[in-house]
């Protein structure tokens, strides 16, 4: 494992929509994983927020970093280290100015995906610092178009497992090489491209036991789109 602090920068939990995970439980995983903390980037709201700071008090070994996973009029895209949600649904370079005004920093979350990517033209033309490149619930090949991207336009990277349940949690993971000490640090590591990602993609079968899962997500909360 890459030496530094590791943070699986993309996690949901039970507030999210599309996910039963508990807060605890992922905690839980973290000694496992040789983690040192998670971003909670719920679809669409704060309302797991101020559990997560109850978690950092009772943890304080771990960083726990605030965050959104925003829907976009182009595709999703992570808010971190923000504590209100932008407005939902609008081009994604105005929700990344948006987000960056705010005192946040705004990463593309799986831009290569064909579900909820923004794809490759924004990806190339964003003004952001980082692209997600190692997602836990993309291909190899959606993972490998992202890091090439990010590679020519010399972008920071993050990786995030994209956890919707416990085994998930640290598939996919952010490297700070230097280490990190508080939130607004990480967030500066952020902007000056100071990352690295690591983990694993999907393999053939797990991308088709995925889609099973995904269907009766979405069936159960009534094919809403995210």
């Known amino acids: 494992m890459n030496p530094g602090l590791h943070l699986d920068l993309h996690v949901h939990s039970s507030y999210s929509p599309d996910s039963r995970l508990p807060l605890e439980a992922a905690v839980e995983r ?3 994983q040789g983690l040192n903390g998670f971003a909670l980037t719920d679809h669409n709201t704060v309302a797991g927020h101020s559990a997560l700071r109850a978690l950092a008090e009772r943890y304080p070994q771990y960083r726990f970093v605030p965050g959104i996973e ?8 992570l808010a ?7 407005p939902l649904h609008r081009p994604a370079a105005e929700t990344v100015e948006w987000i960056e005004a705010h005192g946040g920093v705004a990463v593309p979350a799986h831009p290569a995906r064909r579900s909820h990517g923004i794809g490759r033209r ?17 291909s190899e090949l959606a993972n490998a178009r992202a890091a090439v991207i990010a590679a020519r336009r010399t972008l920071g990277e993050t990786g995030g497992s994209d956890a919707h349940d ?33 983990g694993t993609s999907l393999r053939y079968g797990e991308m088709a036991r995925l889609a099973i899962r995904t ?12």
Do not use: C, K, M, W
Not at 80 to 86: D, K, R, S
Not at 215 to 226: E, V, Y
């Open 215 to 226: 269907i009766a997500l979405r069936a159960s909360r009534g094919f809403r789109p995210l």
């Open 30 to 32: 973290l000694g496992p």
């Open 122 to 138: 924004l990806a190339e033309s964003l003004r952001v610092s980082a692209l997600e490149t190692v997602n836990g619930h993309n």
């Open 166 to 198: 416990v085994a998930g949690v640290g598939r996919a993971y952010t490297v700070f090489p230097e280490g990190i000490e508080s939130i607004d640090h990480l967030l500066e590591e952020l902007r000056r491209r100071h990352t690295l990602s690591a």
């Open 70 to 77: 925003v829907s976009t009029q182009d595709g999703h895209v």
């Open 80 to 86: 971190l280290g923000l504590g209100e949600v932008p």
